[in-house]
């Protein structure tokens, strides 16, 4: 994990603004979250939309979005928070950080996938 690349000890400005923004963002996802998958659940109960591959492909995309969005907060923006740094030493000595490294990886593909996977599905149907 990095830690901090900017001198958050000498700056309390700096570390109060990322504080705010990393709450702000996460306050963000969460209340979209919280709209986003009841919605999903009932996009894929539906006969109707459960019949149509593109909106089965968009609830794929947007759970991989949340997923990668929580697998970036673990592997790359948890380390730049001021007065965590015990926990990131906990984490290299465990080789935690590879993991959450690979997950963050995995997530990024997986959302690459996705979004091809919906492209050449909007593909076949121009070109039907």
């Given at each position: 994990?990095?830690?901090?690349?900017?001198?958050?000890?000498?700056?309390?400005?700096?570390?109060?603004?990322?504080?705010?923004?990393?709450?702000?963002?996460?306050?963000?996802?969460?209340i979209?979250?919280?709209?986003?998958?009841?919605?999903?659940?009932?996009?894929?109960?539906?006969?109707?939309?459960?019949?149509?591959n593109?909106?089965?492909?968009?609830?794929?995309?947007?759970?991989?979005?949340?997923?990668?969005?929580?697998?970036?907060?673990?592997?790359?923006?948890?380390?730049?928070?001021?007065?965590?740094?015990?926990?990131?030493?906990?984490?290299?000595?465990?080789?935690?950080?590879?993991?959450?490294?690979?997950?963050f990886?995995?997530?990024?593909?997986?959302?690459?996938?996705?979004?091809?996977?919906?492209?050449?599905?909007?593909?076949?149907?121009?070109?039907?």
């Amino acid at each position: 994990f990095p830690r901090s690349s900017m001198n958050f000890e000498n700056s309390e400005t700096l570390s109060l603004i990322y504080l705010i923004n990393f709450s702000i963002g996460c306050c963000i996802v969460t209340i979209t979250s919280l709209f986003a998958i009841p919605l999903y659940i009932r996009i894929l109960s539906s006969k109707w939309f459960f019949e149509n591959n593109i909106f089965r492909l968009i609830v794929i995309n947007g759970v991989v979005s949340l997923f990668e969005f929580f697998s970036y907060v673990l592997a790359l923006s948890i380390g730049r928070i001021p007065n965590i740094n015990v926990f990131i030493d906990f984490l290299n000595d465990s080789h935690l950080n590879v993991a959450f490294a690979f997950l963050f990886l995995y997530a990024t593909s997986a959302q690459f996938l996705s979004n091809l996977c919906i492209s050449l599905n909007r593909l076949m149907y121009i070109t039907k």
